[in-house]
């Protein structure tokens, strides 16, 4: 998106859209508690809040603790030991944000900190709650807000809490598609899931809030997908307003067993922009790793890889900038940048097997003011060991099919002794699942791939169109009774192939249809039939026209001060009447 831009229009859209009651405790949009073990059962604890800065600055707040094993007690007076602001701004209009006296939309991160000693229990729950929250338009009324976070230290396991990279409440752009991700991260490399949750107040006990009807927990945006693997949210918004939206991940150690979970309750804030968000096509261009669909990529312990993830803006004079969290998350790690529109990152890194699986974070913001947009997105990478025995993708294959015909399955069409469990990619480079079904899928070259991304194999199997020619698609003429005759392959659709045989009311000559001498309706032209496809047809329906006629020439008498006559009276044959 260009600077600068019209901006007393947007600033009247993002007021309206910014504006809530004035009261104290209405002001909280979003919030979230991690934590880490510091070893011996202490655990240091945070507590990350987020105001709009027409709120009043907080002050020291409380946490709750309990657990299953009988132990309940409250921590007060956590200090603020984090003050920012994160305003999704341009940087020449932060000055003018509400967090400095101006209008522009402020927000201000508080954090809050404190180690306690938390004795070995398998459920411990860490929360905290306010009355109130911002009013959204998913949500009845303006109820309280609750987070909360979960432990399992039983048997001397001692964890960390997922991290959140993003520290900002979203601004995005009704009727523009959205790519969002918070960041987050497990830094003992335990495996997370990812869901949507019911946003929470405590009434005294956690209850969950009554959404709008047409909006829930799990779909707190119409049409948003959430990744439960890499935590990207996807979604198009519809309707300006500020949406609360509540993310829970759920961590496992080795054995499959969760060890705790966080949530991140934030508001996102749709309003009017002047352009489109930064889109990516998904990562590209791997040197030394597998590509695993759009965001994922395999690769092996120890051998160096780099991939590229490109992001461009459609607004005229657009330009882009990437961050990532990559550097500060993988030792060794380097993340270049080429261009501006598009803007191209590059991640370069010797893999370390220890930190599989990670998710790498990039943020696109485009040069749009006072409010930039912003899309982001992950690279999860899985570290992996070679294959104890080299993959076999079998070797490669041609065959024929119609586009009418059955499904094909196409590993048994492989030669050789191909691995089973691989993944097939369609001609277009999509995951596909391995039955050619037409006539919805391509012709074309089908890859299989087995293996990972220390060693894998890959075959094709070509699928070619079966059959003869094409007779082309079905058609129409509409021709006038006296015209001269015309070719009827020239009125079908698509690319017919001369060589098949027409049929129809009256007998076709030369495959010309003369009006003068034959009957309209249906005319089949048909090409043979090429093992192993059927004959194939396509049908020119014809309908005439009937010549109007004028009659012949004639002549007319009449007295000069006779009765008015009509003229085609004159006129010899049979006129047509309307000329």
């Keep these: 998106m260009t600077a600068p831009r019209s901006l007393a229009l947007l600033f009247s859209a993002l007021l309206l859209a910014w504006s809530v009651p004035a009261a104290k405790a209405e002001h909280y949009s979003g919030g979230s508690i991690t934590y880490e073990c510091m070893g011996a059962n202490f655990y240091r604890i945070v507590l990350d809040l987020y105001l709009d800065c027409t709120g009043t600055p907080l002050t020291p707040q409380s946490l709750d603790l309990t657990n299953d094993c009988g132990v309940t007690f ?149 049409g948003i997908v959430l990744d439960p693997v ?40 749709v309003v009017n922009c002047m352009g489109t968000p930064p889109v990516t096509t998904g990562l590209t261009n791997s040197v030394g790793g597998l590509i695993v669909g759009a965001s994922g990529i395999e690769v092996c312990d120890g051998v160096p890889f780099c991939v590229d993830i490109p992001f461009s803006d459609a607004d005229p004079g657009g330009s882009v900038t990437l961050v990532s969290n990559a550097a500060a998350l993988l030792p060794g790690a380097t993340f270049t940048v080429v261009g501006t529109n598009p803007a191209v ?135 006038c009774s006296t015209a001269a005759a015309v070719p009827l392959i020239n009125s079908l659709g698509g690319a017919p192939v001369a060589g098949g045989t027409w049929s129809g009311p009256s007998a076709v000559v030369g495959g010309n249809y003369d009006p003068t001498v034959m009957l309209p309706g249906p005319y089949v032209y048909t090409m043979a039939a090429v093992p192993p496809c059927p004959a194939s047809s396509a049908t020119v329906t014809v309908t005439e026209q009937a010549a109007a006629s004028a009659g012949t020439n004639g002549s007319l008498s009449t007295c000069a001060n006779g009765a008015a006559v009509a003229l085609s009276t004159g006129l010899g044959g049979t006129p047509a009447a309307g000329g």
């Design 230 to 269: 890499t935590g990207q949210l996807s979604f198009t918004p519809t309707l300006t307003g500020n949406y609360v939206v509540v993310m829970e991940v759920t961590t496992y150690n080795g054995a499959g067993v969760p060890i705790g979970t966080i949530m991140r309750d934030f508001m996102v804030i």
């Design 345 to 479: 990152g590059t991640l370069c890194w010797t893999p370390d097997i220890t930190l599989s699986p990670v998710n790498v974070f990039i943020t696109a913001t485009d040069n749009a003011c006072p409010i930039p947009n912003v899309a982001s997105a992950s690279i999860l990478i899985t570290v992996t060991d070679p294959p104890v025995v080299p993959p076999d993708a079998g070797t490669d294959a041609t065959t024929s099919s119609c586009a009418g015909g059955p499904a094909v399955p196409l590993f048994p069409l492989l030669g050789g002794a191909p691995d089973p469990g691989g993944t097939w990619t369609d001609p277009d480079g999509v995951v596909h699942s391995g039955v050619f079904t037409p006539p919805n899928d391509p012709f074309g070259p089908y890859i299989y791939r087995v293996g990972n991304g220390c060693q894998f194999d890959e075959a094709i199997v070509t699928i070619n169109s079966g059959g003869g020619p094409s007779p082309g698609t079905d058609g129409a003429l509409n021709i």
């Design 74 to 222: 409250s921590i007060n007076s956590l200090p603020i030991t984090l003050t920012e602001e994160v305003s999704q701004l341009c940087p020449g209009s932060v000055a003018s944000s509400t967090c400095n006296g101006g209008a522009l939309p402020g927000i201000r991160h508080y954090q809050f900190e404190t180690t306690v000693f938390l004795s070995p229990c398998n459920d411990w729950t860490i929360s905290w709650d306010i009355c109130c929250r911002n009013t959204m338009v998913n949500l009845l009324a303006t109820p309280g807000m609750y987070l909360e976070a979960t432990v399992n230290n039983a048997g001397g396991v001692c964890d960390a809490s997922p991290i959140i990279a993003d520290n900002s409440i979203p601004f995005v752009c009704v009727n523009d598609p959205v790519l969002y991700n918070p960041g987050i991260t497990d830094p003992d490399g335990n495996t997370m899931s990812f869901q949507l949750i019911d946003a929470q107040f405590a009434a005294p006990a956690p209850t969950s809030v009554v959404y709008q009807g047409g909006y829930t927990g799990g779909a707190p945006i119409p």
